[in-house]
């Protein structure tokens, strides 16, 4: 199960995957892992750009079930392998004021992955506003049960 701290403005979640840090690392970070788990139930990804090194990009779009779609940009600034992955993510590059910083790190406890997700938003209003607008709570917890699911196909 995951646990999620909030922080005034930011948002802490850790989770344990029972599988080996090398694996849970690589499916954040290959696209074609991504496109099977990313988001939440029901949700599906198109890639449009990958770009996994510091200063490169991800961009993709989000497609909820009821036919919304919803832009994403993601820039990487460190990679680590297989020990911590650091971004800002925004919708697109007008609105990177927006932009949330997030620092994913990957530790090895007996053989599993203890995931710790960490999301520092500009302020308290927009984190209540990605919460209450998208349900991030919810969501993010659906998407590592997706991730879950899918690490037991790969082992």
Known sequence: MSETVRKEKELITTRVFEAPRELVFDAWMDPEHLTNWFGPEGFTITTK????????????????????????????????????I??????????????????VSFSEVNGKTKLVMHMRFRDKEYLDHVINEYGALEGQKQTFDRLTEYLLTLQ
């Not at 925004?90 to 990177?96: A, L, N, R, V």
């Not at 927006?98 to 620092?103: E, K, L, S, T």
């Open 49 to 84: 750009r990958w770009s996994a090194q510091p200063g490169g990009e991800w961009e993709f779009t989000m497609h909820d079930p009821d036919g919304t779609d919803y832009a994403n940009l993601i820039r990487f600034i460190k990679i680590d392998r297989p020990e911590l």
């Open 86 to 103: 650091e971004y800002l993510q925004m919708e697109d590059e007008s609105t990177k004021d927006d932009a949330f910083h997030v620092v």
